[in-house]
T-cell receptor
């Protein structure tokens, strides 16, 4: 079955430190990959998406992610964490195109940023 | 555009009661879906629709019904609420016409079943 795995349910970094949130998926050919962020008591907001163009994708708030087909990974990074980055982050993968496509989410990673 | 709207924001039900969670979008998206979010489990797909009159089951459909009579609306019905349905429910929509399949999410409904 298709699956998305986020390594680490909680990640804690100091303000100014590198943020690395890991995401791996089960198939070698996922068409579309996404990272969403959820702030407390809010809905999900798209951070960035990979849609078969450049493998390094830049998103909002200084985040970026690199699609690595050989590793079936789509890790999210930010060079310098800010307190406002504290939130829950979800990796999602869409398999199939057209009307058969469904979005499968990872379990989520809570990012804590310490002053 | 209001985007994706959901009502109510909060709801408390007793076991066995039924209710409908409302979802509407004003972006003319053909694809709509319902997810539930539980701690440590991410978002799981309940039901989805690829257009008016067409619905299908997701990962966790038991205990829920949906219908899609218009492009804009996609209500989720709980037939006989159970404590296991305590969760946060999100509705989302997207359009294949955009060729990016980005899903837009509503603000969520927090449901407690006692």
């Amino acid at each position: 079955a298709q699956s998305v795995t986020q390594l680490g349910s909680h990640v804690s970094v100091s303000e100014g430190a590198l943020v690395l949130l890991r995401c791996n998926y089960s198939s070698s050919v996922p068409p579309y990959l996404f990272w969403y962020v959820q702030y407390p008591n809010q809905g999900l907001q798209l951070l960035l998406k990979y849609t078969s163009a450049a493998t390094l994708v830049k998103g909002i708030n200084g985040f970026e992610a690199e699609f690595k087909k050989s590793e079936t990974s789509f890790h999210l990074t930010k060079p310098s964490a800010h307190m406002s980055d504290a939130a829950e982050y979800f990796c999602a993968v869409r398999w199939g195109s057209g009307n058969t496509g469904k979005l499968i989410f990872g379990q989520g990673t809570t990012l804590q940023v310490k002053p | 555009n209001a985007g994706v709207t959901q009502t109510p924001k909060f709801q408390v039900l007793k076991t066995g009661q039924s209710m409908t969670l409302q979802c509407a979008q004003d972006m003319n998206h053909e694809y709509m879906s319902w997810y539930r979010q539980d701690p440590g489990m991410g978002l799981r797909l309940i039901h989805y629709s690829v257009g008016a009159g067409i619905t299908d089951q997701g990962e966790v459909p038991n205990g829920y019904n949906v219908s899609r009579s218009t492009t804009e609306d996609f209500p989720l019905r709980l037939l006989s609420a159970a404590p296991s349905q305590t969760s946060v429910y999100f509705c989302a929509s997207s359009s294949d016409r955009a060729s990016s399949y980005e899903q837009y999410f509503g603000p969520g409904t927090r449901l407690t079943v006692t």
